[in-house]
């Protein structure tokens, strides 16, 4: 009987204490993780390839190379010479074509006629070694007995120094030796093989 009460009596001491240091321990946090990047910090990996989307495109429809577009979360800032203020809001429009662009800064300006002389210069320059460009890389490829024969189209770009192939070919081996002879005519610039192959031509 004794020994009952002494068990009992233990059972209910060790309560009160359990109960007693629960109370008194201090509560466990989790160690706070990093805060998240602010978000001027983060940057959205397609801007850089909009702006040179729009710098294309200003430079195939208003002939001007010395413009720059720089992209922030879609809004895009134009800045440069061009030769008149028509030329001002075209650029505009013209920026707000490119998907993915849904506002602009237009800080452009109208050049100095001098500098409109030189620019024009510069740009007859440019389309006359783009020419040479097409006429060198063409006669390369009509020149190789299997691939004179196919329909492979030579387009240059001379803002971004890319001849790009388009057309079909019959294999994967007359892909590849185009892309080569491409390279061999135009090796100061880059090509872009978008040839497609077919097996029947």
């Known amino acids: ?6 068990l009992q009596l233990f059972l209910l001491v060790s309560c009160v204490v359990a109960a007693f240091a629960s109370a008194q321990a201090p509560e466990l946090t989790p160690p706070a993780s990093d805060p ?3 978000a001027s910090e983060r940057v959205n990996a397609s801007d850089a390839q909009l702006g040179l989307e729009v710098q294309v495109l200003l430079f195939q429809e208003l ?3 010395n413009l720059s577009a720089i992209v922030r979360y879609g809004v895009v800032t134009l800045d440069g010479m061009v030769r008149s203020e028509d030329d001002i809001k ?11 662009v849904h506002g602009v800064v237009n800080e452009l300006s109208v050049a100095h006629p001098l500098a409109v002389a030189v620019a024009d210069e510069a740009a007859a320059v440019r389309e006359r070694e783009g020419a040479e460009i097409e006429t060198s890389v063409t006669a390369r490829l009509n020149s190789d007995a299997v691939l004179g024969s196919r329909p492979i189209r030579v387009v240059v ?4 120094n890319t001849v790009t192939l388009t057309g079909n070919v019959a294999t994967d081996e007359e892909k590849r030796r185009a892309g080569l002879l491409a390279v061999e005519a135009y090796p100061a610039g ?12």
């Open 190 to 201: 880059q090509v872009r093989n978008q040839l497609e192959v077919r097996q029947r031509l």
């Open 63 to 65: 002939g001007v190379s």
């Open 1 to 6: 009987m004794r020994r009952q009460q002494d």
């Open 36 to 38: 998240p990047a602010p």
């Open 90 to 100: 075209r650029a505009e429009t013209l920026a707000l074509q490119v998907r993915g």
């Open 157 to 160: 770009d001379e803002l971004t």
